[in-house]
């Protein structure tokens, strides 16, 4: 059954304080809070359109959800608890900061319908948040990852590549910690630098330096990679692209692409191709036609890399997530493998 989402943002409302790469306004290009008859007429609106026989959910995102106060988190809840109750809606979605989920937090969203909380991790080295003004020591993710999935609640977790003072290795190791908090769900974001935050001021004055798109997707990659092995669903990569973040006067750096996702699983078939290509001095691949774009890479720029001794046939005999090459049948997991066990990775199985 097909899936959808009916957004709600409510902006920064609710956020304890600025993160120094955070400009809400600009990244859901909404300016104002939500009314709870906002919130009617705009489930109201989507039902209209959506497929009676699909999943729907409402989602809460833009800020942070748990931070607003309590009275305001149950108006809001019971407009769509009253829709779930009458069969219309399936369950309600919201991202949250881990620092602003407790118990009784937990046993209220999970009153009024709640199957998804998305914890706004961002990283997981405390240097890192201290420099994104973001701190909260860490066993806070962990016991509110914990009371979530102990309420029968599907974790989301969102990651963020680059912050002011990561590394390839600090997010690598992010991501590991991350693997250990057992999600449902992940997000990955590399930072772009918004305009009318203190990350911008940063970045005039030479203090911050973002990473470009082949260092985000170089990153990224490897990341994704142990994410997806270890089953755990990525559902974005990179950020949604909207008017706003595709004004130049908005985004005034980083590694923003409107297809960043191809990008990542290009480069991760790549590696794996190219390793195959370098032992055995051909490239006969055989794959389902729902995974060429895939493997030859956006714009095809795979096939170019790769050469005339690679070459490509459709077999839809194939599930979609394997591969054939030279004769030899490969899954998908072990492509991610390859990545995940490269020289220089932090094995985790």
């Not at 059954?1 to 859901?28: A, E, L, T």
């Not at 590549?161 to 910690?177: C, H, I, Q, R």
Request: hydrophobic share 35%; net charge negative; aromatic share 8%.
């Amino acid at each position: 059954m097909k899936h959808y989402n009916i957004p709600i943002f409510i902006s920064h409302f609710g956020c304890p304080n600025d993160c120094v790469f955070c400009n809400q306004k600009k990244i859901n290009g909404r300016e104002t809070d939500v009314t709870t008859d906002d919130i009617k007429n705009i489930i109201e609106t989507y039902l209209k359109t959506l497929p009676k026989k699909s999943k729907k959910e409402v989602a809460f995102f833009g800020g942070t959800f748990t931070g607003i106060s309590i009275k305001l988190q149950e108006e809001y809840l019971s407009v769509v608890y009253e829709y779930i109750k009458e069969g219309l809606i399936d369950g309600i979605r919201l991202s949250t900061r881990p620092d602003y989920i407790d118990e009784e937090i937990v046993k209220m969203l999970k009153r009024y319908g709640v199957t998804t909380v998305e914890l706004g991790v961002q990283s997981l080295d405390e240097n890192v948040l201290k420099k994104t003004h973001r701190f909260y020591p860490m066993e806070k993710v962990f016991i509110a990852s914990k009371l979530i999935k102990d309420a029968g609640i599907e974790l989301g977790i969102q990651l963020m590549l680059g912050l002011p003072g990561s590394t390839d290795e600090s997010d690598y190791l992010s991501a590991v910690k991350t693997v250990g908090l057992e999600p449902d769900i992940a997000r990955i974001y590399p930072t772009l630098v918004i305009k009318e935050t203190e990350m911008a001021d940063m970045f005039k004055q030479g203090t911050y330096i973002p990473l470009t798109l082949e260092d985000a997707v170089k990153r990224c990659k490897k990341i994704y990679s142990l994410l997806d092995y270890n089953d755990i669903n990525i559902v974005r990569v990179g950020l949604q692209p909207t008017d706003d973040l595709n004004d130049d006067e908005n985004v005034l750096g980083g590694p923003f692409h409107p297809a960043f996702r191809e990008l990542v699983v290009g480069e991760i078939y790549y590696d794996f191709l190219k390793n195959i290509l370098d032992v055995e001095k051909k490239l006969e691949v055989e794959t389902n036609e729902r995974n060429v774009s895939r493997i030859v890479g956006l714009n095809k720029v795979n096939k170019e890399k790769l050469g005339k001794d690679f070459k490509v046939k459709i077999d839809n005999t194939l599930e979609v997530d394997t591969i054939k090459v030279n004769e030899r049948i490969y899954p998908w997991k072990q492509v991610l493998r390859g990545e995940i066990d490269e020289p220089g990775s932090n094995k985790h199985q």
